[in-house]
């Protein structure tokens, strides 16, 4: 397949295309959706942003008892009551 052949592809024909093009496309969509993934992962400041907007809605205050409860994939989970 040549650089010629690649530019006469109909775009909206991707079902007639052949498999080396369809496969990079592909490659190229999956590396971006990774980065997209890795670059706007937040989960880890989840439970930071969760308490700090908790104190700023003053729904926990010095001395309350807490309980937090997660949940993960699978069969996981743990809880914790503490004072706050």
Do not use: H
Request: charged share 20%.
């Amino acid at each position: 397949m040549t650089l010629d052949d690649l530019r006469r592809l109909n775009i909206r024909d991707v079902g007639n295309w052949p498999t080396a093009p369809k496969l990079g496309l592909l490659g190229l969509l999956f590396l971006v959706i990774v980065a997209l993934g890795a670059f706007f992962d937040w989960k880890d400041q989840y439970e930071t942003l969760q308490v700090a907007e908790a104190q700023e809605q003053k729904l926990v205050e010095r001395g309350q008892l807490v309980c937090m409860t997660g949940f993960g994939s699978g069969f996981t989970w743990g809880s914790a009551v503490l004072r706050w």
